[in-house]
């Protein structure tokens, strides 16, 4: 080959080079290789694009020369591209304040969709805010879930502060903290699934209000009053939907109320020798459950201080209540504090103890849904993002209030990757990699040194 054969070679690899990174550049297609698909939109992200009957317009506020916001621009043409109802404006407001008066909008950061005559404010920059945005046009209700207050519960307007992380050739970036033992996280999730989420002081109201489509009570340490009760009760009556967490020990007084629905707190704790999290036999963890809607693809959760539950014996007629899952076989229940010092020196038979309760009420023509948990530490600030335990708080709200719909539809957090392994799951590797593979060596090496010896 001579030289004029090979510059004219490698003129045309470069002019092919050239011409097919020109080529890319106007075609919308990419492939997205990472792990989780983090530049990708979920499947659920998709469906609810899918029943877009219409034209949606996402018009997004930001700032020109901030790298902050060029994951949320990315993720916005990512939802033009997969649906040909969105199209997508884009507008630095600072550059343009007489479109942002013309939205009403006053803050970078601000998303809004319209479809129609209709119209909604997003301030998340996630896949889940802007995907809840445009269901929450695809369905004129709204519904509002009612938690108490006054009696020592998870509180949902918990602590939060901001904080700043440092990255290496990049600029701050703002964390929020929220306190460990509040339910914040929550109420920010259901908010986000386009629920209502406010705290209700019974002791002040002395009713429910009508626009309740669930009540919560969360893990009350104080007990409720008479008064308190009935208004529950009368809200049952009407037709309302309840869910209740414990903690280990304390049932708040509401004991009478749960067994007219099937389901009676023992005012104990259940203690897990089988399955608990990480050292932890006193969160004891669970991988198996009953087949029910809520428990779906549920991973593995679990549930710092719980107490035990137990159905009536024998359930009426107009009851249908279900245990989902219960402690393994290898557990005990100790009835104060005191006792688990000297558990060790027990003899308590350990068996199997439930731990979660549904019930579906039809009386008298009224029906009602309830929800029962031992323990409600596993959906506070500090818990609810572990393994399995936003994705079975949110499928128990959803369940309860019938939106079925909204079931795979939850806020996904992209953390470092973490493995939280239960006791058995340590166990079995400390023996694999500890015990096990350099036990194969060492017998390989004795092998090998009395083979060379006689020989």
Do not use: C
């Not at 990174?21 to 075609?27: H, M, P, R, S, T």
């Not at 930001?62 to 040909?84: A, F, V």
């Not at 600029?171 to 929220?178: A, K």
């Amino acid at each position: 080959m001579n030289k004029l054969s090979a510059f004219i070679i490698a003129a045309s690899l470069v002019v092919g080079v050239f011409f097919v990174n020109l080529i890319a550049g106007e075609l919308d297609f990419r492939i997205d290789t990472t792990r989780d698909s983090l530049y990708s939109l979920s499947t659920q992200s998709k469906d609810i694009l899918n029943q877009l009957d219409g034209e949606v317009k996402i018009v997004h506020f930001y700032i020109q020369n901030d790298p902050r916001y060029r994951p949320t621009i990315e993720l916005l043409k990512e939802y033009q591209r997969s649906s040909p109802h969105v199209t997508v404006e884009l507008y630095d407001i600072n550059s343009n304040p007489s479109v942002a008066d013309r939205y009403n909008v006053r803050f970078h950061g601000t998303t809004v969709i319209t479809k129609g005559d209709r119209t909604v404010d997003i301030y998340g920059s996630d896949e889940v805010s802007i995907s809840n945005g445009i269901y929450q046009l695809l369905h004129d209700s709204e519904k509002k879930i009612y938690f108490t207050g006054g009696h020592g519960e998870f509180d949902i307007e918990s602590r939060v502060s901001e904080d700043h992380l440092e990255l290496e050739g990049e600029e701050d970036r703002p964390i929020f903290l929220h306190q460990k033992q509040g339910m914040l996280k929550l109420k920010e999730t259901l908010e986000l699934m386009s629920f209502e989420a406010e705290k209700l002081y019974l002791q002040r109201e002395g009713r429910v209000p009508d626009d309740a489509d669930l009540l919560v009570i969360a893990s009350p340490m104080e007990p409720f009053l008479k008064m308190e009760i009935e208004a529950i009760r009368e809200y049952l009556n009407n037709g309302g939907n309840l869910l209740v967490t414990l903690r280990p020990f304390i049932d708040g007084e509401l004991s009478g109320l749960l067994e007219e629905y099937g389901v009676i707190p023992q005012n104990n704790m259940v203690i897990d020798f089988g399955n608990h999290f990480w050292n932890d036999a006193m969160a004891p963890a669970v991988g198996s459950y009953e087949e029910h809607i809520i428990t779906q693809d549920l991973s593995l959760t679990f549930y710092p201080g719980i107490q035990e539950l137990q159905l009536v014996d024998p359930v009426p007629s107009y009851l249908d209540p279900l245990i989902l899952f219960r402690s393994t076989d290898r557990s005990v229940t100790v009835n104060s504090p005191s006792e688990i010092e000297n558990l060790r020196n027990s003899d308590i038979a350990p068996r199997s103890f439930d731990l979660m309760a549904v019930v579906e009420s039809n009386r008298d023509g009224t029906e009602n849904r309830l929800a029962v948990i031992g323990s409600g530490s596993f959906a506070t600030n500090e818990y609810l993002n572990y393994l399995g335990n936003q994705r079975l708080i949110t499928n128990t709200i959803n369940w309860l209030m019938d939106e079925q719909v909204l079931l795979d539809l939850e806020p996904v957090t992209y953390e470092l990757p973490v493995i939280n392994l239960t006791n058995r799951q340590l166990r079995n590797t400390f023996i694999l990699s500890s015990i096990l593979i350099p036990g194969l060596f060492v017998i390989g090496g004795i092998a090998v040194w009395y083979r060379r010896r006689r020989e």
